[in-house]
C-alpha cells in the first residue's frame, strides 16, 4: 500500500504560479499511474490530469490544458502539478491519487489511493 502526501498549496492572486506535490511512501511511485483531482466547496470532486506510471503521458481537462503540467520524478518518489495563470475557479482543495490499474482515467473510481489534499485559493 502506498500513503500518498500533497504539499505546496497556499494564496495566491489570479496570474500567478504554484507548483504542487505529491509524495509517496510505502511503496515506490513508479508502480502506479497518477492523476490530480481537485475538489472546490459544495462541488463534486473532478479529474484535472493524469500521468502515466512512466510519465511518457499526461492528460487533463480542457481547463487545465496550456495552463498545467503533471510530471514525475520516480527515482524522488513525487509527482508535480505546475499550475500557471491560474485564475479564480481553481480555487480547491487538490488532491493526488494512485491507480493500481495499468492506465489512469478520469473518475474518482478508477483510484485506489489518495492524499489528504491541499488547499488553493486564487484571489481575483
Known amino acids: 500500500q502506498v500513503q500518498l502526501v500533497e504539499s505546496g498549496g497556499g494564496l495566491v492572486q489570479a496570474g500567478d504560479s504554484l507548483r504542487l506535490s505529491c509524495t509517496a511512501s510505502?511503496?515506490?511511485?513508479?508502480?502506479?499511474?497518477m492523476g490530480w483531482f481537485r475538489q472546490a466547496p459544495g462541488k463534486e470532486r473532478e479529474f484535472v490530469g493524469r500521468i502515466s506510471w512512466g510519465g511518457g503521458v499526461t492528460r487533463y481537462v480542457d481547463s487545465a490544458k496550456g495552463r498545467f503540467t503533471i510530471s514525475r520524478d520516480n527515482a524522488k518518489n513525487t509527482m508535480y502539478l505546475q499550475m500557471n495563470s491560474l485564475k479564480p475557479e481553481d480555487t480547491a482543495v487538490y488532491y493526488c491519487?494512485?491507480?493500481?490499474?495499468?492506465?489512469?482515467?478520469?473518475?474518482?473510481?478508477?483510484?485506489?489511493?489518495w492524499g489528504q489534499g491541499t488547499q488553493v485559493t486564487v484571489s481575483s
Open positions: 491519487a494512485a491507480t493500481r490499474r495499468v492506465v489512469a482515467g478520469a473518475r474518482v473510481s478508477e483510484y485506489d489511493y
Open positions: 510505502g511503496r515506490t511511485l513508479s508502480s502506479y499511474a
